[in-house]
Structure formats: C-alpha cells, structure tokens
C-alpha cells in the first residue's frame, strides 16, 4: 500500500511540476529548481487550543523523520526543513493556513491537516493549486475523492468504527447494548454510521446517541440521559479533551460502566487528566509505545527525549507519512520525464515538455495518435494543434462516460470484441452513443 501511495504522490508531485510551467505551482518551484539547498515541507495541526498535544505529536514525530532524511543525504542532496503552522483544529482557520501555504512558492507539500474536518474543507484550495496535501490522521473516506493532491496514511473510518463495534464493544468487553456520545463533526457522524451499521450487524442494541460540540466539557445532563437507557457499556466518539470530561462526570456519579474510546482520543494527556479513572477503558488504539521491538525502543527513546512525553499513534504515522513524502521526491528527482494521460491537452503538454502521451484516443486512431506527436516532435507545431483541434470531437465522446465505456463501444463497432461489462460498468447510453460513433464516422471509421 505505501509503495502504491509513494507512486501515486510521485506522479501528483511530478504533475505540479508540470503544471507549473504555465501556473503558479508550489510543486514545481520546490521540485525543480536547482538554485535551492533545501526542500520544504510544510506540518499543519493544532499547536494551541484544546486539540494541541496532537500538534506535539505531529511535529515532533515530522522533525524526526526529516532528520533521518537528512542524515542520509537528504532529497536528492538537499535537506529536508519543515514549517509548521498552526490550524487550531478549526476548519476556518486550516483554510486561511491552507492559503498561505499555497501562496509560499517554496513549500513542496503539506503534512497535515490532523481531522477529516480541517482536511476537507481546505482539499479543494489545494487542488486548486496543484499543492500536495497528505495527512496522517484523517479517516474520511471522502477526503482523498476530493482530487489527485489530496492524499491519506491512516485507516478509513468505515473500518475503524466497525471495529470499535465489533472486536472492541461486542466481542471484547461483550456488551450487548451501548450509549454513543460523539462529537458533531464529520469524523463523530461518520464514526456513528459506521458503529450503527456495525451494531445492527452484531446484534447489539445502541440504547442512546448524544452529540456534542467540540471541545464540549458539560456532559452532566448528557451522562443522566444515557444512564436512564442501562447500557452495558458507553462508547466516546471525541477527542482526549471530550473523553476525559465525559469519563469524569460518569465516574463522579458513581457509575461504574464500562467505557469504549475511539484511539485517537487515547494519548498521554488523557492519562494524565484522568488519573485512575483511565482504568478499564477499552480502545481500538493502533499503537503501543511500549512494544519493545528495536525499531520501536529506539523510536520510543527519542521521541520522549524530544517531547517530554511518550509517543502515540499520531507520532508513529507522521513520521512515516514525512518518510513517504520524502520518498516520492527523490523518485521525482530534478529531471522529471512526463506524458501527457488526457487526449484533449497531447500537444499542450508536449509544448510544456512532456515526452508523449498514454493515450485512450490511441486504440480508435492508432495512425492519427501517432502523427500528432511525430508532428509536434519534428517541429510542425501548428500542424500538431491543428490535428488535436480535429480530434478534439472524437476525444470528447471517448470521454463522455466513464472509461473505459465509451472506447469498448467504439471497439465492438470496429469489430474488434464485444461491447460487454462487468458491474459496476454500464452499457454506453444512447445518446452518447450515437455522438460517439458520429464522430468516428467522420474519420472513416
């Protein structure tokens, strides 16, 4: 998954240097210019606000990754420096974050942001600007559909909350009914569809839901609520501040129910604001600072020498997110070779210096395809843009639908097969149809 991952963060990466050409790209200025000694990266979370210990983890855990790196000689033997920002956890404020880093020429990509929240609402100001942004925590699966810059190294919620439900609540601590409290943002609801989903699936009876603003520290008459229900157990759907309010006010009313936390709440600063009340909590944490394998040991050392405190799963997967950023520059290197992969932009890209085309147009025009670029390659530059313009019909209706629909269509008109699909793939609509093969008639076909 992370060599897949590491290819794809090459070819965005690559992509921005492409672009750049003709567009104010931030991939392009800090991949490809030689006058530079360094790379930069960019770390966004929370440094203040009631999320920061999170903002600990992420930085700490990106500087060590950058100074393995550079220890090693770096991106292409230039070093690794990062710049950190603060997002407060707020959606807004990781939007004008997002701006400012798209503006900062020398930033190659973004570590961060820490929620699914933050993440999606600045997803489309990077990929308006061809920017990288990668982060280590969020679990939406939405996210990363946004567009081909928007990237993510941890699980998706779909599997998290199924899991909490299933192995943690069910099979684990053997609850047959439970209260959800859970923030009310994009990663709590969709935390909650997918334990419900789950819950219907197990058998277990989710006696009351209770959603709470982040940074909420009142639970009183939410604890009285779900207590009314008799669940066997509690679930906590939050960050560590939530956690531990509501875990307190549960123990301070005498109520010895069993406690489920999602893992990204179970940091040191949860240990520390709940004393003994940390005691039997059940969770689905990802990461254990105390496995004594060597790696781990050494990771552990130097992290808590660094922080002050002991690392979680935040540390652990910003610092192989940093290494895999990493990774992917140095397969760019500083001579990116480039093909054009959209039809319609061939002879652009090959005027911005792409070395050809993986083309979709090539398998209905196979003779047409290559005269385009033997065109352009020998210097007729206008005849290339000409031909491009004249197949710009054909390329529209190859595309019309999803691919690969529309040139199976064409094929089985050319006799070349079926034009058979598997699901979810759809036969080509009518209507389309009709303007596709219009097209190739034109060209004799």
């Known amino acids: 998954m992370k060599k897949q991952l590491s290819a794809l963060l090459a070819a965005a990466l690559c992509a921005g240097a492409l672009v750049g050409c003709g567009a104010n790209s931030n991939s392009a200025n800090a991949a490809t210019s030689g006058a530079q000694d360094t790379v930069t990266l960019a770390v966004v979370s929370p440094v203040t606000g009631d999320s920061a210990e999170y903002g600990i983890h992420f930085n700490v855990g990106a500087q060590m990754a950058a100074d393995k790196i550079n220890e090693a000689g770096g991106i292409n033997g230039k070093q690794v420096v990062l710049k950190s920002f603060d997002s407060k956890n707020d959606a807004k404020e990781a939007a004008e974050v997002a701006r400012l880093i798209c503006q900062d020429k020398t930033i190659l990509a973004t570590i961060g942001d820490f929620s699914s929240t933050c993440c999606m609402a600045t997803a489309p100001i990077y990929e308006e600007n061809k920017t990288v942004q990668i982060s280590p925590s969020a679990g939406l699966i939405d996210f990363p559909r946004v567009g081909p810059y928007n990237f ?7 599997n998290d909350g199924g899991f909490l439900m299933n192995r943690v609540i069910n099979e684990k601590m053997g609850a047959k009914s439970v209260a959800i409290v859970y923030t009310n943002n994009d990663y709590g609801l969709n935390m909650l569809s997918y334990m419900t989903q789950e819950a219907e699936a197990d058998g277990v009876v989710i006696t009351d839901t209770e959603a709470v603003a982040s940074g909420e520290k009142d639970f009183t008459a939410i604890v009285s609520k779900m207590r009314q229900t008799e669940p066997e157990a509690v ?9 531990a309010n509501c875990v307190k006010q549960i123990r301070q009313v005498g109520w010895d129910v069993p406690v489920a936390i999602s893992g990204s ?32 040991k050494e990771f552990n050392e130097e992290f808590t ?11 652990i997967s910003t610092y192989d997110t940093v290494m895999l950023v990493c990774d992917a520059a140095i397969k760019c290197g500083d001579n990116l070779n480039v093909w054009s992969g959209n039809d319609d932009q061939i002879v652009p890209v090959l005027a911005m210096g792409g070395e050809g ?6 398998n209905v025009l196979p003779k047409e395809a290559v005269q385009l670029c033997e065109l352009f390659f020998s210097g007729d530059v206008r005849g290339a843009a000409a031909l491009q313009c004249r197949l710009l019909p054909v390329i529209d209706a190859l595309f019309s639908e999803v691919n690969p629909i529309p040139v199976k269509a064409a094929l089985a008109k050319m006799g070349y ?9 759809t036969p080509m609509e009518e209507g389309s149809r009709a303007v596709l093969l219009n097209a190739l008639e034109a060209w004799g076909v």
């Open 152 to 158: 993510a190294t941890t699980g998706v919620q779909e």
């Open 417 to 425: 097969g079926t034009d058979t699909l598997r699901l979810p793939l």
């Open 265 to 296: 709440a179970l940091t040191d600063q949860l240990v520390e604001l709940l004393g003994d009340d940390v005691n039997d909590i059940y969770s689905n944490i990802a990461f254990v600072a105390s496995d004594n394998t060597p790696e781990t």
């Open 235 to 243: 679930a906590i759907v939050g960050s560590y501040n939530e956690v």
């Open 305 to 315: 020498k660094r922080a002050n405190m002991p690392p979680s799963f935040h540390s």
């Open 357 to 362: 085309c993986i083309s979709v147009l090539s």
